[in-house]
């Protein structure tokens, strides 16, 4: 079991940058893909990055493809998600997710949710 704690939100102009973090809380935080989730108001929670157990593979949503990198740090229990190039449709809450063994895009897969941090991205 893991708890994810997201970190590293706040106010940011568009076409500038910031990073989240998320760190879990247990001993099998390698045992997990993780997935970051992002929802604007009114609208539905949706895909934005994943990362495979080991690191070796991410995948992306569209729309943010080329502009966020998620990367991982087993030894730290911690995913960040680098966020380049922000845009004003960036802005949401963002989410950490955590599934075992296998990554996956779609929200209701994922085993263990944190919080949510707040993005908002000001012209």
């Known amino acids: 079991q893991v708890q994810p704690v997201e970190s590293g939100g706040g106010l940011v102009q568009a076409g500038g940058s910031l990073r989240l973090s998320c760190t879990a809380s247990g001993r099998t935080f390698s045992n997990y893909a993780m997935g970051w989730f992002r929802q604007a108001p009114g609208k539905e929670r949706e895909f934005v990055a994943t990362i495979t157990t080991n690191g070796d593979s991410t995948y992306y949503a569209d729309s943010v493809k080329g502009r966020f990198t998620m990367s991982r740090d087993n030894a730290k229990n911690t995913v960040y998600l680098q966020m380049n190039s922000l845009k004003l449709e960036d802005t949401a809450v963002y989410f950490c997710?955590?599934?075992?063994?296998?990554?996956?895009?779609?929200?209701?897969?994922?085993?263990?949710w944190g919080q949510g941090t707040q993005v908002t991205v000001s012209s």
């Open positions: 997710a955590a599934r075992f063994r296998n990554w996956a895009s779609t929200p209701n897969l994922y085993d263990y």
